[in-house]
């Protein structure tokens, strides 16, 4: 069985940061492109930021140069690291990740349960 398990979210005043991670199991993800995505209240689930199997990363515009994603493929693991957070952050993340990097995330696979991250103002 194929598993994401998120950890790491938790409440944070803005200008914190938090790392959230994604320990997969199940499966080596080492391929695969898995990402980073959220849902506020009340508004559709976004992406925020993707690594491909080659470690390429591409991010969502709000969050360039306050997120980093990256990937410890020993341990099949991702992380978002989340720095100068503001309000608007304030969502459950998702990670998710596929074998089929040509497809939309949306139509991904494997999800975890999210994590939530409040930020305070």
């Known amino acids: 069985q194929v598993r994401l398990v998120e950890s790491g979210g938790g409440l944070v005043q803005t200008g914190g940061s938090l790392t959230l991670s994604c320990t997969a199991s199940?499966?080596?993800?080492?391929?695969?492109?898995i990402g980073w995505f959220r849902q506020a209240p009340g508004k559709e689930r976004e992406f925020v930021a993707l690594t491909s199997g080659n470690g390429g990363s591409t991010y969502a515009d709000s969050v360039k140069g306050r997120f980093t994603i990256s990937r410890d493929y020993a341990m099949n693991t991702m992380y978002l690291r989340m720095s100068n957070l503001r309000p608007d952050d304030t969502a459950v993340y998702y990670c998710?990740?596929?074998?089929?990097?040509?497809?939309?995330?949306?139509?991904?696979?494997?999800w975890g349960q999210g994590t939530q991250v409040t930020v305070s103002s």
């Open positions: 998710a990740g596929d074998s089929r990097p040509w497809i939309s995330w949306k139509e991904f696979n494997y």
């Open positions: 199940g499966r080596d993800f080492g391929s695969h492109v």
